[in-house]
């Protein structure tokens, strides 16, 4: 009799032409350092252009269990320059379903991996919904949530060319709803797949021209039937940006709390250096890292 294992994987795009394995939020080093004190079975595979995989980056992903997918640029029609920022955001999600094709997973992560670092096992995050939602701090405004901030417009401004329609029609399509960020997306294989499928079909006529996390809003809030979104003080996910670390509780070990006293899985830093938070990103990366390396 066959034991059935579960089976998980976590994907993102890594991809430099001079490839930095630690970055001032931690980097590819700290993310799958972090990661294997709590998961040493989950897949982990890193998009990146063959001519890209410096002796560093390959060094690191065979000590931490990581390996690479080169994606084929002839399977995708697109405007982006290649090696451009754009072309890396808006064409990864192309890539990845490319990966998935023929496999099958339990659960998939789709993450950024230069600015995220693990408290926890990303894979024991219970859930009954396709997708498990990154709540970022912002969100669209309205009377239950406040005026919008340059954040929302920000967002707003990035689904302008799907709409085709201007500023405040399209914020009025979001009231009193958080924006979600692209870049942690947590779901089952035929969530994910949803997701992508619908993604690439928006994609396709622009030839991804159009930002990734104005279209993955648009997808979790008006044609995901089914998400988890939860306001991030109670979520696993935890985005730091220009809020302090003083405002959360900590366990015995020193890690990070949300509102329930349920230790954030994961934490991550997006905009967080650029607002003098380096100390808070300093203390995370040692507490995940190297106080409890094994």
Not at 1 to 28: E, F, H, L, Q, V
Not at 29 to 54: G, T
Request: proline share 3%; net charge neutral; charged share 25%.
């Amino acid at each position: 009799m066959s034991i059935y294992m579960t089976k998980n994987i976590i994907m993102g795009i890594y991809d430099y032409g001079s490839a930095p394995i630690k970055s001032y939020k931690g980097g590819i080093y700290a993310f799958l350092k972090s990661l294997r004190q709590h998961n040493k079975e989950c897949e982990v595979v890193i998009i990146c252009d063959k001519r890209n995989e410096s002796k560093a980056l390959m060094n690191v992903l065979k000590e931490y269990n990581a390996y690479t997918y080169n994606y084929n640029l002839k399977n995708i029609e697109h405007d982006c320059p290649p090696g451009s920022r754009e072309f890396k955001l808006y064409c990864r999600f192309k890539f990845i379903s490319d990966f998935l094709e023929n496999k099958f997973y339990d659960n998939i992560l789709l993450c950024d991996m230069n600015d995220i670092i693990f408290q926890d096992d990303p894979f024991s995050i219970q859930y009954d919904t396709e997708i498990y939602c990154s709540c970022e701090l912002h969100h669209f405004g309205g009377p239950q949530l406040g005026k919008p901030d340059r954040h929302t417009k920000m967002n707003v401004d990035w689904m302008i060319p799907y709409y085709k329609q201007d500023y405040e029609t399209i914020r009025e399509k979001f009231l009193n709803k958080f924006i979600v960020c692209a870049g942690t997306i947590l779901g089952t294989h035929a969530g994910i797949q949803k997701f992508l499928d619908w993604y690439i079909d928006a994609q396709t006529p622009h030839k991804y021209k159009i930002n990734d996390q104005g279209l993955y809003n648009i997808y979790i809030h008006n044609f995901c039937e089914s998400k988890h979104l939860e306001y991030y003080r109670h979520s696993k996910f935890l985005p730091i940006d220009h809020h302090k670390l003083e405002k959360y509780g900590k366990d015995e070990q020193g890690f990070v709390l949300n509102d329930k006293d349920e230790r954030y899985v994961l934490i991550h830093m997006y905009g967080a250096f650029g607002y003098g938070y380096k100390e808070g990103i300093e203390y995370l990366k040692h507490l995940t890292c190297e106080k409890y390396s094994k």
